[in-house]
């Protein structure tokens, strides 16, 4: 997720100023960010956010769009009460931050979330999609938790694949060509890993000029010469959970 020049990958990108269209709920021992379509739906994506947490403006941006789509959308608070990562924490300190924060290590939550939008939303068919740290979360649940039924992976750091390891469900991977923190080379060998032993649906979408964190850390306005990108990005995630839910 990191490397010693530059160890804080979501610096980039902007913050938005946004507030959202859904509410916040308790979930168990999880605060959530939740947002249901009006008419209703049995479908539900767990959005799983990055290092600055579940109360990011672009990741509730995000998850709306994803209801305006007609799913369900909740975003967890993956840290439980840990503090989320701060622009104006000390860089140096960001190894020791991430190591109480295990993106392999949120089974027990997300099991909770499971289960409150099954019994509670009347989800039917619930995939998940994650930034960055949570793009990390989705390639575990993928290998690990066998009742999601896809998932969307963006610019997630690589998880290393055992050559025993198979993706449970219908995986996207979306990364920026230009990303800094998840080197070229990496998306290769986790494109050669996964011909060899992959037995369901998968992409891996390179794309061109993107730095990390395009999909919900640039603004279109600001960046309108990565506007294309990011709009793509949202469509193929959009259309890969249509495919599969």
């Not at 990562?85 to 190591?99: I, T, V």
């Not at 027990?108 to 039917?124: H, I, M, N, R, T």
């Not at 690589?158 to 990496?186: A, C, M, N, V, W």
């Amino acid at each position: 997720m990191a490397n010693e020049s530059r160890p804080c990958p979501c610096d980039i990108g902007d913050r938005f100023d946004y507030g959202g269209l859904g509410q916040e709920v308790q979930v168990e021992h999880i605060k959530a960010y939740i947002c249901k379509p009006p008419a209703g739906a049995d479908k539900a994506v767990i959005v799983i956010h990055d290092i600055f947490g579940w109360q990011l403006p672009n990741t509730r941006y995000i998850a709306d769009m994803l209801t305006t789509n007609g799913y369900i959308a909740i975003c967890p608070d993956f840290f439980v009460g840990q503090e989320a990562w701060k622009p104006s924490n000390d860089l140096a300190s960001f190894g020791d931050w991430l190591k109480t924060r295990d993106a392999g290590k949120i089974d027990k939550e997300v099991d909770v979330v499971l289960k409150y939008l099954k019994d509670q939303c009347g989800a039917k068919k619930i995939g998940v999609i994650g930034f960055c740290w949570g793009g990390g979360a989705v390639q575990h649940l993928m290998l690990k938790n066998p009742h999601l039924k896809t998932g969307v992976s963006l610019y997630g750091v690589i998880r290393p694949l055992e050559d025993k390891d198979s993706l449970l469900h219908p995986t996207f991977f979306i990364f920026g060509e230009k990303d800094d923190f998840i080197p070229l080379e990496q998306v290769t060998l986790l494109e050669q890993k996964l011909k060899q032993n992959c037995k369901v649906d998968y992409e891996v979408k390179i794309y061109p000029g993107q730095t990390h964190g395009f999909v919900h850390r640039k603004r279109e306005d600001i960046n309108p010469q990565d506007k294309p990108y990011i709009e793509q990005g949202r469509k193929d995630m959009i259309n890969w959970l249509n495919k599969y839910l």
